[in-house]
């Protein structure tokens, strides 16, 4: 069997979130949500606090010069955007301020939204076909894995406003 660029990258991200996911359902969705809300979301929100590292996309001598900026401008400052909501958001938690859950709210939505689009609009411009070096693996390990965490966020959120 020979697998191409965009085989290797779909099943190098689907692996991430099965693997990802079962420790999620196992481990530790579980000990977060037996937390009061505030207790249980700290955690997930801090994983959050180092999106900045999406940045990286715009530095030509880290990936391809020739990546679609209209690629890889959304995804480094909505990583941006989602990192400082995030870092806010903690400290809203940490502090127990008043708005805390509808900031936590705002900053999962804009976080998941930033993936969402960014893994589409990537793969629309085919950009796994570009040389992405270290992008490689934040969009097949931590991209995953930090889509788990939002879904966990918002699962908290749902289950317990109810």
């Excluded at 990258?9 to 990802?20: D, E, P, R, T």
């Excluded at 391809?64 to 938690?93: E, H, I, K, S």
């Excluded at 995953?144 to 939002?150: C, E, F, I, K, M």
Aim: charged residues 10%.
């Amino acid at each position: 069997m020979n697998l191409g660029s965009f085989e290797i990258f779909g099943l190098q991200v689907a692996l991430s979130f099965i693997a990802y996911g079962i420790v999620a359902k196992w481990y530790v969705f579980p000990r977060v949500a037996a937390l009061p809300l505030r207790d249980g979301l700290l955690p997930l929100v801090l994983a959050h606090t180092l999106r900045h590292v999406g940045l990286v996309v715009l530095v030509p001598v880290v990936t391809d010069p020739n990546l679609p900026r209209n690629w890889t401008v959304p995804l480094a400052y909505g990583d941006l955007a989602a990192q400082l909501l995030a870092v806010l958001a903690a400290f809203a938690l940490r502090g127990g301020w008043s708005f805390a859950i509808p900031l936590v709210w705002i900053f999962n939505i804009v976080g998941t939204v930033d993936f969402l689009v960014a893994y589409v609009h990537g793969s629309i411009l085919e950009v796994y076909k570009f040389n992405l070096n270290s992008v490689w693996y934040i969009t097949t390990f931590i991209g995953p894995a930090l889509l788990v965490v939002h879904f966990m966020i918002f699962t908290l959120l749902i289950k317990r406003s109810k």
